[in-house]
């Protein structure tokens, strides 16, 4: 398992890290973002700049760092689209994209989508995921012992119907109206936590 430290050896120096969320801490003060946010995006600013160097333009990098963070799953409904956020930042809508598309593919962002097709992004290292990822490895290992005793196993289906019930309606964490995609990623997971245990079990 790779730890969650990410890769010790950075695409760039540190001090380059560092001017860079500097640089992106004038642009959102310049643009009057509120804190809270501002942290957020920061923060990913420098999760992917240690991964992946520099981008080409600044600006429209900084501006979807904020968009990812602004259209977190716990936002909705927010009903903020990409262009009147790009016209806000005075940016332009397809560098907006291109940037975002590259934070969410590079960093493992999850986009999930509400009714009206509108995008929010799930952070791999946020509380969503760690929970989604922890009730999958409890459940898929309870299903396995199971399977050992008694040589009789839950569907996945269903065992994936009875998480995401429990992530959307029980404790709540993830709002309800992303169950469908909610529950496509926790099918996913299940079959590589499956066959993660099963391979180990396996092992004579």
Not at 14 to 25: F, K, Y
């Amino acid at each position: 398992m790779a730890s969650h430290h990410e890769h010790d050896d950075l695409a760039v120096s540190p001090q380059v890290i560092v001017s860079m969320v500097l640089n992106a801490h004038e642009f959102y003060k310049e643009k009057k973002i509120e804190s809270r946010y501002e942290k957020m995006a920061l923060d990913l600013v420098r999760r992917f700049i240690s991964r992946e160097g520099i981008p080409r333009e600044e600006d429209p990098f900084f501006s979807a760092a904020l968009y990812i963070v602004t259209r977190h799953p716990w936002s909705h409904p927010n009903p903020l689209t990409k262009s009147n956020f790009a016209s806000k930042l005075m940016m332009k809508e397809s560098s907006l994209e291109w940037y975002t598309e590259s934070i969410c593919e590079k960093l493992g962002f999850s986009v999930l989508h509400d009714n009206t097709l509108l995008p929010f992004f799930m952070d791999p290292q946020g509380i969503i995921a760690s929970v989604l990822d922890s009730v999958v490895r409890a459940s898929v290992g309870e299903e396995v012992v199971k399977s050992i005793i008694s040589r009789n196993v839950e569907a996945p289906e269903h065992l994936a119907e009875k998480i995401v019930d429990q992530l959307c309606n029980v404790v709540k964490i993830v709002p309800a109206v992303f169950e469908q995609e909610i529950y496509n990623l926790v099918r996913r997971k299940i079959e590589v936590e499956s066959k993660y245990l099963s391979d180990q079990i396996s092992r004579r």
